[in-house]
Each structure stands twice: as C-alpha cells, then as structure tokens.
C-alpha cells in the first residue's frame, strides 16, 4: 500500500494518509466515520498541490483501472478513473481509434485528464479533453451514484469537469475517441528566429495540421530572442501499431543539486535545435515520441535537484500575445531563471462544457524553473501580473502558489465549483486559494442561477 503521495513538481507538501480505492469507495457508500476530508488522487503528474490533502486523506485511484467496455465501431470506450491513457491507446489503436486529446504525458489516469480537463497539441481542433466525455458515474459523500453527462445531472457534470477532484469520486467515465488510420505521426519541424515570426505563422499551422507546438529557446536573448521550432504533426495514412516501451533512461536517484542549470540547458537547447533540424522535410514519428518525449526518461522530475520545479502555464488573450509573450520570457531572462521546457501553443475557440476548464481563445506558454526558493516565487508573482493585467489566466494544476487573487481573477466562475464541490472534498489548492475568499452555501442545485449567467456569458 502507498504510503505517501506527491505531487510531480516536488516543491507541495505530500500527503501522508492515503487510502486505497476500494477503502474510499466502502468509506463514500457506508455510515462509518469518514476522515477529516478527502480528495481523489490519480498519478500524481499536476506539478502542485491540486492533487494534495495534508489535512486530511488522498484515495489513490489507481487500484480502479480497468477497460470496461470499447464499441470499436463507433470509438465510444468506458473504463474506470484509474485507467491511464496509456492503457487506453494500447486498447483502441489497433482498431484505428486515438484519444482526441493527450497531454505531454500518457501516465495521466482518466479521471485526472477529466478533473483538469486537460488540453494537447490540436486544441485549435478538438478542445480540450472534457469536449470529448459523453458520461461518468460519481459518488458523493452522500452515498449517492449520481449518473452525469451533459444532458443528465448537467450542473454537477460540468463542475466535475476541471473540477479538480472537488465534486466526489468518479468511479468510471465513457470518452468518445477520435478515428485515426495510425497511431504514428507525419512531423514537420520548421525554425523560426523571433516571436514575431511564430506568430505569423501560428494560424496557418493550426488551419493545416491536426498538431502543432512551439518549443522556444528561453535563453536566447538580444537578436535571437524568441527564436525556436515550430513542431505540426497529422496522423500517418497507415501503418501497423507499436505500442509505445518503457522508459529506455531513468533517473534512480535524486542528486543533491540541481542538474538543469543555466549550462546544462543551453547546451541541452542547442543539441536539441540541431537534432531537430537536421532532417529537411516531414518524416514519420512514433506517436510516443512526438506526444510524450519525456516519458522516455523515467524520473526525469528528480534532475531538478531536492528542491523540485515550479511549473508556469499562461493563456494570454491573442490581441495581446505579441506584446505580452515576449514580456514574460524577457522577466525570467532578466530574473536570470532558466526553463527546461519551454513550449507555446494556440488555443482555438472551442469551448469546454467545464466551469472551470483553463483553456479560452488566445496562447499558452509554459516554463518550468528549479525552486530557488523566495527568488523564483517572486519571479513567479511577476509572470502572474503580466498575466493578469494583460486579461489571462494561470493554470491551477501547475501551481503550488498562486494567490488567491490571481485565483478568482483567472476563474470567476470559481463559485459555482464551490457550491457544486462535495463538503467532504478538499485539496490544499483549494483551501489556500478558494477557501479565503466569499464563501458560498453547498448545494447540488445551488448553481444554477450562476450557470445560466456563465452559459449566457459564453453566447455574447
């Protein structure tokens, strides 16, 4: 049995009173005392402490990962939270089906991809992840089953949906795959040598390609900032399926400093842009290491010493991206932080039936820094003002230390998730973010008013 659970960044505090599936499952549908509170815990890949309940108890999802049914005819497959969508692509792949929508790791479980309504590399195409959840069964501290989809329960589905664990435990959900004739991709990769450049070529990449990500050299600075590679990618015409293998490099150990300095990763970036670089033209790709290239080296999280990572994820609104983009690389440069991985993709208009789902129109960059400690949350609070002023928002399941304020200012919707949120459900995000701001009563339907305020929001 798991002891003590963590979250991927390092920096949150672990949760020491974990719970298997089947105890929270008995706890949730029993009268037997409950702990002080609970919260669902999948893989542990959110970067802060979303995923985390100190104060009280995790149930680790993982022991419910089992594919309970796949309609190969129309790519409609049902399974349980703990299922990771690794399992899921071994599943439907040979038959020519894909998850419409992955995230940069497939050890992500489904009921962590629904709980953040996570986004991929073709949101300009299929939205996010919760775009593509036709139904799922969740439990409330009540002992109630509550059957939910969008047209079932709608209220407490769309909470649940980027909800972040908040609304009870979803025990199974049913996604609705995406047709492919091979799980493989034809890449192209093409320079860019400032921002300005990307920008101009985003919108005709998204227009022609399922796929498409900007990796930026955070470094660079002078005449070559912003310059990086724009990464598009479709489907293979065919092809026979290969499973994606383990992990060929591991990281065993943790060092006893951080490995990702400013060296390391400017030789890191250079390699990295001539490899890329180095074959003119498209060329064929194995799904595993165009969508999940970190997934190659097991426990690569480690390499940022004892202290862990922050992880920083923006949507600027795209009026502003050409100013405000460039600001935020300029502050980490200026604050002499350097980012390992640093990625820009656009988001399209699509709109996730989730109260509280990060992605809207416009792009997000993510950077990810060594916790330095009082200097990087300080260069973190700066990257969250530019954010703010400029009508963004910061990403939740990145962050450990998000005020409050950029909270509410980043989601002001954040109340109908509370009034939906389960009273025996909690997370430390939750407490330090949401729990000092207005509260507001608990209720299955106490939401409704404010769901029609933000569904006639959406329509203007």
Not at 176 to 185: E, F, G, K, P, Q
């Amino acid at each position: 049995m798991v002891r003590v659970v963590q979250s991927f960044g390092r920096v949150a505090a672990a949760t020491a009173h974990v719970i298997s599936a089947d105890e929270g499952l008995s706890l949730l549908k029993s009268a037997q005392a409950k702990p002080a509170s609970l919260l669902p815990y999948g893989n542990g890949r959110s970067y802060g402490d979303t995923c985390q309940n100190t104060a009280g108890a995790v149930i680790d999802m993982r022991g419910r990962n089992r594919i309970l049914d796949f309609d190969t005819r129309t790519g409609l497959i049902r399974a349980e939270a703990g299922a990771m969508l690794a399992d899921i692509i071994v599943e439907a792949a040979p038959h020519g089906w894909f998850p419409p929508v992955v995230p940069g790791t497939r050890y992500v479980t489904l009921g962590g991809a629904i709980a953040n309504d996570v986004h991929g590399k073709n949101h300009h195409r299929r939205g996010s992840f919760g775009c593509h959840v036709t139904a799922l069964t969740l439990l409330r501290s009540d002992g109630i089953v509550y059957e939910c989809a969008p047209d079932r329960e709608t209220e407490l589905f769309r909470a649940t949906l980027g909800g972040m664990g908040l609304t009870g435990l979803i025990q199974e959900a049913t996604i609705r795959l995406m047709r492919v004739d091979c799980a493989d991709v034809i890449e192209k990769v093409q320079g860019f040598s400032s921002l300005d450049e990307y920008f101009d070529l985003a919108e005709e990449a998204d227009a022609a390609n399922e796929y498409a990500v900007a990796w930026i050299d955070q470094l660079a600075g002078g005449t070559a900032a912003g310059r990086g590679l724009l990464l598009t990618a479709n489907h293979a015409p065919d092809g026979v399926f290969r499973p994606a293998g383990r992990a060929r490099l591991s990281v065993p150990l943790q060092p006893p400093l951080n490995v990702l300095n400013k060296l390391s990763i400017r030789l890191f970036n250079a390699a990295y842009q001539r490899a890329k670089l180095r074959h003119e033209g498209p060329r064929r790709s194995h799904y595993g290491s165009y969508f999940f290239p970190l997934d190659g080296v097991a426990g690569w999280n480690r390499l940022y010493g004892p202290r862990g990572l922050h992880q920083h994820q923006s949507v600027i609104p795209e009026g502003a991206a050409r100013t405000v983009v460039p600001a935020l690389l300029a502050a980490a440069r200026d604050a002499g932080e350097a980012s390992f991985l640093t990625v820009l993709k656009r988001f399209g208009p699509q709109r996730s039936p989730a109260i509280m789902s990060f992605p809207r129109p416009g792009f997000t960059l993510t950077l990810d820094f060594p916790n330095r400690g009082k200097k990087t949350v300080q260069l973190l609070e700066q990257l969250d003002k530019i954010t703010i002023d400029a009508g963004g928002a910061v990403n939740p399941y990145k962050d450990v230390r998000m005020s409050a304020g950029v909270f509410a200012a980043s989601f002001p919707g954040w109340r109908i998730l509370e009034r939906q949120r389960d009273p025996a459900f909690i997370s430390d995000f939750w407490r330090r973010t949401a729990m000092t701001l207005e509260p507001a009563p608990h209720g299955k339907g106490a939401a409704h008013d404010d769901c029609r305020t933000v569904t006639a929001m959406r329509k203007i």
